[in-house]
């Protein structure tokens, strides 16, 4: 196990396996930067299967036990099925995941359930056709998403968790209805408070609905009780509803911020690890692995990395929003 300068363990590793995506957030990627003319990383520059499935071994035998699959949109990257089932045979890996926005899980989610994938959280902003179609920036109707995540359930990616990003004056009079469809199915959403990721969203504080005004929303219609968290570094808040049927969780990275439990790396595409959300870059594996470099010396950078680790953006926020700086892309690194 290694821990950082504030004590904090490595447990938990995203790997964004492309920067591309068929969605245009306008949160995350909007539609006006990320153009038809926008050059993604071309194919040589991202990671192979091989060298991912290296850096998640070393990072396992580190202390990681939780892999989780991400983007851009994981499932575009082609036979992304054949990864999941090279990192299902890592020994000591307790957890494997992905997240999506579903547009393609139909097709791909018994595929990724025999590869070895344990659990899939499917994002969906809205029920609402029009604000899904603003939502996602393209005009994408609900239908072949909601197709996606039965056929998950179906396939036993079980528990089923559903991401919906809240917006004020966007989403936020809407989150009843996607509580009440997730409790009649048996999933679990987590509302995620809009954050300041990236440069390019233009976020704005007035923008944010308090994790605690979500909350307060649902229990309006549907009474619910706070709950302990699962595990140590879980960064959703639960509340279960009083009729004993389900639960919620809502991500309070704004206005509740916990870098203090913070256990994640990331692996950006073209493998640079990255520590915090919000860190403008981090050490690059690919050069070293592409010209040569042992286990043992990649394992030295992560140490290094991680060993000397400080940051926790969230709880600094208020101090440091008068002074912008350059930070990783959400799509880029995957939340
Ligand atoms: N494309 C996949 C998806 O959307 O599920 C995976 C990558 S996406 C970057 C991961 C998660 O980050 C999604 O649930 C998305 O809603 C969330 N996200 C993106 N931009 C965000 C923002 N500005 N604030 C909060 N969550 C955000
Ligand atoms: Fe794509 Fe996910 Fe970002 Fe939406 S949130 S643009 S689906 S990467
Ligand atoms: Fe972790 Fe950075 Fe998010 Fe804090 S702001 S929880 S340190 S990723």
Not at 263 to 290: H, K, N, Q
Request: hydrophobic share 40%.
């Amino acid at each position: 196990m290694i821990v950082d300068k504030l004590d904090r363990p490595l447990r938990d590793l995203r790997i964004s396996v492309t920067d591309r995506c068929n969605f245009r957030c306008p949160y995350c990627m909007p539609e006006e930067i990320y153009g038809e003319r926008y050059s993604f990383l071309d194919r040589d520059s991202v990671l192979t299967f091989e060298e991912i499935a290296r850096v998640a071994r070393i990072l396992v035998s580190l202390g990681v036990t939780k892999i989780r699959l991400t983007g851009g949109e994981p499932l575009v990257r082609n036979q992304v099925d054949r990864l999941v089932s090279m990192l299902s045979e890592i020994d000591g890996l307790n957890d494997l995941a992905m997240t999506s926005n579903g547009y393609l899980l139909a097709q791909m989610a018994q595929k990724l359930k025999d590869a070895g994938l344990q659990r899939i959280t499917v994002s969906l902003d809205s029920l609402d056709e029009d604000i899904f179609k603003q939502m996602n920036g393209r005009g994408f109707g609900t239908q072949r998403v909601i197709e996606g995540i039965a056929a998950a359930h179906e396939a036993g990616l079980a528990p089923i968790k559903i991401n919906s990003v809240v917006q004020r004056g966007v989403n936020e009079h809407v989150v009843v209805d996607l509580a009440r469809f997730a409790k009649e199915r048996g999933y679990i959403v987590r509302f995620i408070e809009y954050m300041d990721v990236g440069n390019l969203n233009g976020w704005q504080p007035t923008q944010v609905v308090s994790a605690d005004e979500i909350v307060a929303l649902i229990d309006a219609e549907m009474p619910l009780k706070a709950v302990d968290g699962n595990y140590d570094g879980e960064v959703a808040s639960r509340y279960a509803y009083a009729d004993g049927e389900g639960e919620i969780g809502v991500i309070a990275s704004v206005t509740k911020p916990f870098c203090g439990g913070c256990t994640r790396l990331r692996l950006s595409p073209e493998g640079a690890i990255v520590t915090c959300l919000f860190s403008g870059a981090g050490p690059d594996l690919r050069g070293p692995m592409r010209s040569g470099a042992t286990d043992g010396e990649l394992e030295t950078i992560v140490r290094s990395t991680w060993g000397g680790r400080t940051d926790r953006y969230s709880e600094l926020r208020s101090q440091t929003a008068d002074a912008p700086r350059k930070k990783v892309e959400m799509y880029h690194i995957g939340g």
